[in-house]
């Protein structure tokens, strides 16, 4: 048993055949696991499922052995879009989560804190997420998802808009930031390389289905030259290929 399991999950919303379509999948506890796939083939699905955002018509998802029936407060996610509060400073679009419980204690806004220094944004704690790029209010958003120490965090696209720099140093937050702390993590994307570099594992979805699952042997941290390295260019390639149908 994984610290996720999916057992035969399937959903549709009443027609054939169903979006998400007997999938099986464990991710065990601190593992780094990615979904790729082609646009519309149910990785968003998916993670609404894992999230309890939706509920399976067959089959089961288990998050620590329990069955997920709704939102759990120990799953973080973070959507396409980083969908900050334009009237909060950034401090306290991180400190959201809190917030919605009750009112933040002192010991929140150091965490908060600390994870904008972790993510490069300290100086910007007081302004509005307006006054931000594009790739701050992503790191805006990691930090938002991270601030109550989630045991599963579900990340759906979240780098898809920025250039291919700012991904890469995001990536290597969020690394970080999950290796600290042993966080369990299920990330979608439709970039290879990011899949390759990022997961312990990829499993490629096509029409509902895990089609392939790919094992990322390479080592953690992940070295800086990785990305030039013949092996991940080996798993990239492989990945490409199983996502053409033609095999792992
Ligand atoms: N509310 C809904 N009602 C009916 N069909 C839906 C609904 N939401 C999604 N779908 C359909 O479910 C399928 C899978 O959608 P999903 O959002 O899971 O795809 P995806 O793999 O995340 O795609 P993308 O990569 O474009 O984000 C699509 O064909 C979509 O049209
Ligand atoms: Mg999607």
Redesign the pocket.
């Known amino acids: 048993m994984g610290f996720v399991d999916i057992e035969r999950a399937r959903f549709g ?1 009443g ?1 054939e055949p169903a ?2 379509d007997g999938v099986d999948w464990t991710i065990g506890e601190g593992a780094f696991h990615c979904l790729v ?12 499922l894992a999230a309890g955002l939706l509920a399976p018509t067959a089959g089961a998802v288990r998050i620590g052995g329990a069955a997920v029936r709704a939102p759990r407060p120990d799953v973080g996610f973070v959507f ?1 879009a980083p969908t900050l509060l334009e009237w909060r400073s950034v401090l306290d679009n991180v400190l959201l989560p809190m917030a919605l419980r009750g009112r933040p204690g002192p010991q929140d806004r150091a965490r908060a804190l600390e994870l904008l220094d972790l993510v490069g944004l300290s100086a910007y704690a007081d302004r509005g997420p307006r006054a931000l790029s594009g790739g701050q209010q992503s790191r805006v958003a990691i930090a938002r998802a991270l601030v109550t120490r989630p045991a599963l965090l579900l990340l ?2 979240p780098f898809a808009a920025l250039d291919a720099i700012t991904r890469e140093e995001l990536q290597d937050d969020l690394l970080r930031l999950c290796a600290r702390h042993g966080t369990t993590v299920l990330f ?1 994307t ?1 970039d290879i390389a990011e899949a390759i570099y990022l997961g312990d594992r990829v499993a490629v ?1 096509a029409a ?1 289905r895990l089609s392939h699952t790919l094992t990322v042997d390479l080592p953690r941290p992940r070295p800086p030259d990785l990305r030039y390295d013949p092996r991940f260019n080996d798993l990239c390639r492989a990945l490409r290929h199983a996502m053409d149908g033609e095999g792992a």
């Open positions: 919303y027609t979006i998400v796939g082609r646009s519309g083939c149910g990785k968003t699905t998916l993670l609404k396409q759906d696209e979608v439709h979805m509902g």
